[in-house]
Structures are given as structure tokens and as C-alpha cells.
């Protein structure tokens, strides 16, 4: 089992129901997730762009030291760390003392609010679990596919509209804890990639399909590498990753590997929008300065 993530990954890229176990050294990372109070940037559906969101969690009393019944509030989740013990309330009136290390990782339900800088009505909730030893995410509102949903527009043009509806069905799925399922998905997008630069280095001369089709993946890779973008060549291990996940990982293990995948690929991506980009730009300039040296050419 991974290990804890950074608060920020842990509410806007962990997947729902993903577990993470918890131990005796390891709880501050915990409690460090529980009373994240921000800065967490996300897209705010609600604004329509990337914000800022603050956590509206507060922290619980401390007590100095053991005997000591006079409590302190802490400023900050570190100065909390620095205390044994806390004192809690399950009612708001009766208040008990407990250890923090126990406190933390005690078997509960915490439903946690995040609130927009720009305007306070919008807002995320997520519900966190602790059980049996272990932790997840076990709700969250807005899902992860609406908060990566800028992500997805960006790469709309580049995927086509077919693609792009498989590309939010990955994000979709590995959100609600279905690994095996959003890998399917990512396989097919990256088979697209090699298929789309198979078509064009067929219409060069001296290409041959028979030696493509006989070829692996990974060949068929090395043979297509100068129409495809060079992230992708050298990693072309995406592809092995990708079939061994759906055929021989379980859900836990895709989910886990999800966002390193789904990073490759977008880089993939990134690359293939840069270039089309660059190739517009020149298309752009050469048409001109053409126009230019013919205004000239009587001269
Ligand atoms: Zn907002």
C-alpha cells in the first residue's frame, strides 16, 4: 500500500475508496490530511476557472502536559504535533482528554469543507474515513472528473471527441475506485496515439506494413518514432504498463498507478499540442513573408 499523500494530492487527485494504512508513525501525515486547511488549488466549477479554497476544520485543544487540565488552542497543525495530548468533545459540552496518536488514528468519520476565495457560497465537501487501520476517501462533492474537467477541455481538439469522452471516462471511473476499468480506457487512448501515426507514416515511401504488423508494441513503437512524440518513444514501457494492469493488477494496484499513467499520457499529449501549435505558427509566417518578398520582387 502506497504511502500517505500531501493533503493538496490527497483531495483533488486521490481516487475515492483507495486505502492507505495507517500506523503509529505515520499519524501526523494523517492528521496533516484530516485539519488540511489550505491553500488547496482547484478548478471551481462553480467560478469556472482554477481558485483557491481554505478548510473551515478546527483544530482541537491541546493540553500541555499530562495532569494539566488548563487546554491551548494551537495555531497551526505543527504546533499541535508537538503536544501528547488533546483535549476533544463528541457534543460540544462534555469535553475528554485523550492521546493524540490514539485520537488520530481512532475509527471515525470526518466530513470536511473547503471554501472558495473568491466567493464563499462555493464550496467542496469531502468525507474521510478511518477503519479498521486504514484510511480512504470515501465522498467527495465536486467529483475529481468535474475538478479535472479544465484538463479534459484542454486536450478536447487534440483527442477529438470520441477519444476525449474515453479520456473522461478513465477519470471518471478511477475516481469512484473502478482501477481496471479506467486503465481500459487509457490503453485505448494510447493505441489511438500509435494508430494515428501509423496512418501517417504510411503514406511515406519505402514504409512497410508487413514488418509493422508482425512488430510488438514496443517495435512497432521504435519503427513509428518519428511521428510520434519523443516522451512517448523513450517511455515506451506506458504500453507494457498498460496491459499488465489490465490484465494482471487488481483494482487497488491500478488506482494506485493511475495518475503516474494518466501523467505520461498527458504529457504525450502535451507534446503532440505544442507541436501542432508550432506548425501553425510557421504556417502562419511563411504565408506572410511570402507575401512580403512578392511585394518586393518588381523591385
Ligand atoms: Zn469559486
Given at each position: 500500500?502506497?504511502?500517505?499523500?500531501?493533503?493538496?494530492?490527497?483531495?483533488?487527485?486521490?481516487?475515492?475508496?483507495?486505502?492507505?494504512?495507517?500506523?503509529?508513525i505515520?499519524?501526523?501525515?494523517?492528521?496533516?490530511?484530516?485539519?488540511?486547511?489550505?491553500?488547496?488549488?482547484?478548478?471551481?466549477?462553480?467560478?469556472?476557472?482554477?481558485?483557491?479554497?481554505?478548510?473551515?476544520?478546527?483544530?482541537?485543544?491541546?493540553?500541555?502536559?499530562?495532569?494539566?487540565?488548563?487546554?491551548v488552542s494551537?495555531?497551526?497543525l505543527?504546533?499541535?504535533?508537538?503536544?501528547?495530548m488533546?483535549?476533544?468533545?463528541?457534543?460540544g459540552?462534555?469535553?475528554?482528554?485523550?492521546?493524540?496518536?490514539?485520537?488520530?488514528?481512532?475509527?471515525?468519520?470526518?466530513?470536511?469543507?473547503?471554501?472558495?476565495?473568491?466567493?464563499?457560497?462555493?464550496?467542496?465537501?469531502?468525507?474521510?474515513?478511518?477503519?479498521?487501520?486504514?484510511?480512504?476517501?470515501?465522498?467527495?462533492?465536486?467529483?475529481?472528473?468535474?475538478?479535472?474537467?479544465?484538463?479534459?477541455?484542454?486536450?478536447?481538439?487534440?483527442?477529438?471527441?470520441?477519444?476525449?469522452?474515453e479520456?473522461?471516462?478513465?477519470?471518471?471511473?478511477?475516481?469512484?475506485?473502478?482501477?481496471?476499468?479506467?486503465?481500459?480506457?487509457?490503453?485505448?487512448?494510447?493505441?489511438?496515439?500509435?494508430?494515428?501515426?501509423?496512418?501517417?507514416?504510411?503514406?511515406?515511401?519505402g514504409?512497410?506494413?508487413?514488418?509493422?504488423?508482425?512488430?510488438?508494441?514496443?517495435?512497432?513503437?521504435?519503427?513509428?518514432?518519428?511521428?510520434?512524440?519523443?516522451?512517448?518513444?523513450?517511455?515506451?514501457?506506458?504500453?507494457?504498463?498498460?496491459?499488465?494492469?489490465?490484465?494482471?493488477?487488481?483494482?487497488?494496484?491500478?488506482?494506485?498507478?493511475?495518475?503516474?499513467?494518466?501523467?505520461?499520457?498527458?504529457?504525450?499529449?502535451?507534446?503532440?499540442?505544442?507541436?501542432?501549435?508550432?506548425?501553425?505558427?510557421?504556417?502562419?509566417?511563411?504565408?506572410?513573408?511570402?507575401?512580403?518578398?512578392?511585394?518586393?520582387?518588381?523591385?
Amino acid at each position: 500500500m502506497p504511502n500517505l499523500p500531501e493533503p493538496q494530492a490527497f483531495y483533488v487527485a486521490v481516487p475515492l475508496y483507495e486505502k492507505f494504512k495507517l500506523n503509529n508513525i505515520n499519524y501526523g501525515d494523517l492528521l496533516r490530511i484530516h485539519f488540511f486547511q489550505g491553500p488547496l488549488d482547484a478548478y471551481c466549477p462553480d467560478c469556472g476557472r482554477e481558485s483557491v479554497f481554505s478548510g473551515l476544520r478546527e483544530l482541537p485543544s491541546a493540553i500541555p502536559k499530562i495532569n494539566n487540565s488548563v487546554s491551548v488552542s494551537p495555531k497551526s497543525l505543527e504546533e499541535l504535533l508537538e503536544h501528547e495530548m488533546v483535549m476533544i468533545s463528541e457534543d460540544g459540552r462534555t469535553y475528554s482528554t485523550v492521546n493524540l496518536k490514539e485520537y488520530a488514528l481512532a475509527d471515525k468519520t470526518i466530513i470536511n469543507r473547503f471554501v472558495c476565495s473568491r466567493d464563499a457560497s462555493h464550496h467542496f465537501d469531502f468525507v474521510l474515513k478511518n477503519q479498521n487501520g486504514l484510511f480512504q476517501k470515501i465522498g467527495q462533492w465536486p467529483s475529481i472528473a468535474d475538478l479535472q474537467k479544465n484538463d479534459i477541455k484542454k486536450y478536447q481538439k487534440i483527442l477529438g471527441p470520441e477519444k476525449s469522452a474515453e479520456f473522461t471516462k478513465a477519470i471518471g471511473l478511477s475516481a469512484h475506485g473502478i482501477g481496471i476499468g479506467s486503465f481500459v480506457y487509457l490503453r485505448r487512448i494510447f493505441e489511438d496515439l500509435i494508430e494515428s501515426a501509423h496512418k501517417e507514416a504510411s503514406q511515406e515511401q519505402g514504409w512497410s506494413d508487413e514488418t509493422f504488423y508482425k512488430s510488438r508494441m514496443d517495435e512497432k513503437i521504435l519503427l513509428l518514432k518519428d511521428y510520434l512524440p519523443s516522451f512517448l518513444v523513450e517511455n515506451r514501457v506506458i504500453y507494457s504498463i498498460l496491459s499488465i494492469a489490465v490484465h494482471g493488477l487488481t483494482e487497488q494496484q491500478c488506482l494506485e498507478n493511475f495518475e503516474p499513467v494518466k501523467l505520461a499520457i498527458e504529457i504525450i499529449l502535451d507534446e503532440k499540442i505544442e507541436k501542432q501549435l508550432k506548425e501553425e505558427k510557421e504556417s502562419v509566417a511563411r504565408k506572410a513573408l511570402s507575401a512580403i518578398k512578392s511585394q518586393f520582387s518588381g523591385r
